[in-house]
Nanobody, 120 residues
């Protein structure tokens, strides 16, 4: 069983910063790509940022230059540093991890979500 535990969401004023954390645990061989998605009210879920186990990253255009994803492979933890937050960043943020089990099967796992609200 794989668990993803998120923390760090909250309410912040526009221009402020938040840091999200997601700790992954479970009986698996390794965690491959880990990342963050978000779902704003009335919108579809979108990829925010993603990082492979080798350190390659990709970001949605709207957060480039403001958000930074990082991970600690030893702790199976991924972070999202969010700076210069805007009201349009308001959403529920979900951690995602692709895990490789001991049979070399890959499965996708999701955290429970953490609310980020940016006031204008």
């Amino acid at each position: 069983q794989v668990q993803l535990v998120e923390s760090g969401g909250g309410l912040v004023q526009a221009g402020g910063s938040l840091r999200l954390s997601c700790a992954a645990s479970g009986s698996i061989f390794s965690f491959n790509a880990m990342g963050w998605y978000r779902r704003a009210p009335g919108k579809q879920r979108e990829l925010v940022a993603r990082m492979t186990s080798g350190g390659r990253t990709n970001y949605v255009d709207s957060v480039k230059g403001r958000f930074t994803i990082s991970r600690d492979n030893a702790k199976n933890t991924v972070y999202l540093q969010m700076n210069s937050l805007k009201p349009e960043d308001t959403a529920v943020y979900y951690c995602n991890a692709a895990a490789l089990d001991y049979s070399l099967n890959v499965a996708n796992y999701w955290g429970q979500g953490t609310q980020v609200t940016v006031s204008s």
